[in-house]
């Protein structure tokens, strides 16, 4: 029953890739109730690269930027507004387990800096805040090889700690969160000798 784990795995030392994620969000649902609306719109892209040290192990990189903008809308004639931007730069670690030629099993770990801008209006005010953030975040993914460069990956949910401090007003926050049922989809080309 182990030897699929077991088998020698696909990559070799130096092999290289490339590739990354991108996530588009757009919600526009029927009204809660007969007053009041609300539509989301925003988008992410995380290009990554790295190389393998050997044939289990990879290190690398990725830098991000995401944009989420929230439309609210009471009773019609008032209108409030959520903008965020942000910019991320990490470092990446990867262990691969091989299940067979097509499949691989990979615990992916991962630290993030990121930095943000958050900007909420209405008809009488409108604040900013920046923010930045410190995340370390392990998750595990399933990286199918249709070709033997090309990976589909899939990463089901992930388990993290973040400190996240807000630049206005100096306020620092630590929070730990497990997420699960959350499917992310990724793409990669790999360079193999």
Do not use: H
């Not at 030897?3 to 757009?26: M, W």
């Not at 609210?72 to 990867?94: A, D, E, P």
């Not at 630290?111 to 410190?134: A, F, H, L, P």
């Amino acid at each position: 029953m182990l030897t699929p784990l077991l088998a020698s795995g696909q990559f070799v030392k130096g092999d290289k890739f490339i590739g990354g994620t991108f996530r588009l969000n757009s919600q526009t649902p029927t009204k809660s109730d007969q007053s009041s609306t609300y539509e989301v719109k925003g988008f992410s892209i995380y290009p990554t690269m790295g190389f393998l040290l050997n044939e289990k192990f990879a290190i690398g990189g990725q830098i991000g930027y995401s944009y989420l903008n929230t439309v609210y809308n009471n009773n019609q004639s008032s209108q409030s507004k959520y903008n965020s931007k942000g910019y991320s730069l990490g470092l990446i670690s990867r262990r691969y387990f091989s299940i067979s030629e097509k499949f691989i099993f990979s615990i992916n770990g991962q630290v993030n800096y990121d930095r943000g801008k958050q900007t909420s209006s209405n008809s009488t005010s409108e604040s900013v805040t920046e923010n930045y953030q410190i995340g370390i975040y392990i998750e595990p993914c399933f990286i199918f090889f249709p070709t033997p460069k090309w990976g589909i990956e899939t990463s089901i949910g992930s388990i993290g700690y973040n400190y996240s401090r807000d630049l206005s007003t100096d306020l620092g926050q630590n929070y730990s969160n497990l997420t699960y049922g959350t499917i992310n989809l990724g793409l990669a080309y790999y360079f193999r000798k």
